[in-house]
């Protein structure tokens, strides 16, 4: 039978009393990174089919990545692809139960945080 008294339990207190941790966080910017990854892939196959379509299409996709919101655009899948690939290292690190003390799991988001910075950073100097 159903609970009557349900309004007046107090709701899980997640968000108000619990304090963000790294892993959490680095967490859930892993999969805003993702998402990110595939809106980037999705551009470039934009460019890749105006390529094969025509002159005109291919003006167009190329005009719109190569100006200056394409360009941010382009560093920021850069940045989201190196993040999306070392937390997704850390998450293997983690699934074969390594650095799952908190110090530890909050020391290798930080390495990896800054890996990822100065890999975006790197790349985008090189290329």
């Known amino acids: 039978m159903a609970d009557v008294n349900r309004g007046d339990r107090p709701l899980s207190p997640h968000l108000q009393i619990y304090r963000p941790q790294m892993t959490s966080i680095t967490s859930i910017f892993t999969r805003i990174t993702g998402n990110a990854v595939i809106l980037a892939a999705m551009l470039i196959v934009w460019w890749f089919v105006a390529a094969a379509t025509g002159p005109d299409a291919f003006a167009r996709a190329n005009g719109f990545i190569t100006s200056w919101f394409g360009d941010l655009i382009m560093f ?34 930080q390495i990896f945080i800054i890996a990822s910075v100065l890999m975006t950073i790197f790349t985008a100097i090189v290329v």
């Open 76 to 109: 920021l899948s850069m940045a989201s692809i190196w993040y999306h690939l070392f937390f997704g290292i850390r998450h293997l690190i983690f699934d074969a139960g390594h650095a799952l003390d908190v110090k530890q799991a909050e020391h290798l988001g």
